[in-house]
């Protein structure tokens, strides 16, 4: 694991332990920007310490980068399809009391929605998208050559890894509310239903595995760079 990748393993690790411990407070609202705010800072970070490859003139090109040529299909579908799937399940499904016990203690719960997943998703979204429009019109700053190739790849690692950071969160939420909802379903003395919440655990499972797939490759570093000579590493 290099610089780059243990800046966004630290900031996944605080924003996923800080927004779990929030979620057992009043301070449920938070969890997913706190989430989304420490990954953030660890992406950039870790593009920070990464070196883009520079030379001593700017080349001038005729051609036109267009946002469709960078961004990955992959982490893109699997983010709609996990944020479209969460929006159904809230919509199918009770908003679950608050899940720090207040029902225990106090015999009622302040009420809960998910307002603040939807903004930090949708906020998330546009930032990061914004971010990559600005990596891929961004000038070329070495010149033309091996050095233009090397550039080339420093643009499309660092859309992928935003791309990548992304679908960690969605991701991350997905899952995180998916089993909030099968664990609420799981008490059937309360009106829920047993066969959903397994089926929403299995439903999950499924999210937790984009998670780790999405956060293994923001721990994976995406090329080696020896000299002026950087071999890049496919991503899906």
């Keep these: 694991m290099d610089t780059a990748a243990r800046c966004r393993a630290l900031g996944l690790a605080l924003g996923a332990g800080i927004g779990f411990a929030l979620t057992r407070t009043y301070l449920?609202?938070?969890?997913?920007?706190?989430?989304?705010?420490?990954?953030?800072?660890?992406?950039?970070?870790?593009?920070?310490v990464s070196r883009r490859p520079s030379g001593e003139r700017r080349a001038a090109t005729l051609r036109t980068r267009r946002m469709r040529d960078y961004?990955?299909?992959?982490?893109?579908?699997?983010?709609?399809?996990?944020?479209?799937?969460?929006?159904?399940?809230?919509?199918?499904?009770?908003?679950?009391?608050?899940?720090?016990?207040?029902?225990i203690y106090f015999g009622t719960?302040?009420?809960?929605?998910?307002?603040?997943?939807?903004?930090?998703?949708?906020?998330?979204?546009?930032?990061?998208?914004?971010?990559?429009?600005?990596?891929?019109?961004?000038?070329?700053?070495?010149?033309?050559?091996?050095?233009a190739a090397a550039d080339e790849t420093w643009r499309r690692t660092t859309v992928n890894?935003?791309?990548?950071?992304?679908?960690?969160?969605?991701a991350t939420i997905f899952t995180a509310a998916t089993f909030w909802y099968a664990d609420a379903q799981m008490d059937w003395?309360?009106?829920?239903?047993?066969?959903?919440?397994?089926?929403?655990?299995?439903?999950?499972?499924?999210?937790?595995?984009?998670?780790?797939?999405?956060?293994?490759?923001?721990?994976r570093p995406r090329h080696s760079t020896t000299g002026d000579r950087r071999v890049a590493v496919e991503v899906p």
């Design 161 to 170: 890894n935003l791309a990548d950071a992304y679908a960690t969160l969605s």
């Design 28 to 48: 449920f609202d938070f969890a997913p920007v706190v989430l989304a705010l420490c990954l953030s800072i660890g992406v950039l970070a870790g593009e920070a």
């Design 189 to 219: 003395r309360g009106g829920g239903s047993p066969v959903w919440g397994f089926a929403l655990s299995l439903l999950a499972g499924l999210g937790l595995t984009a998670v780790a797939y999405y956060a293994g490759s923001l721990l």
């Design 109 to 147: 719960a302040a009420p809960v929605t998910l307002m603040a997943s939807w903004a930090t998703l949708a906020t998330g979204a546009l930032l990061a998208l914004l971010s990559a429009w600005l990596v891929v019109r961004s000038p070329q700053n070495v010149s033309e050559g091996g050095g």
């Design 71 to 103: 961004l990955p299909f992959r982490p893109i579908a699997v983010s709609l399809a996990l944020t479209s799937a969460l929006v159904a399940l809230s919509w199918w499904f009770p908003t679950p009391d608050h899940p720090d016990h207040q029902v």
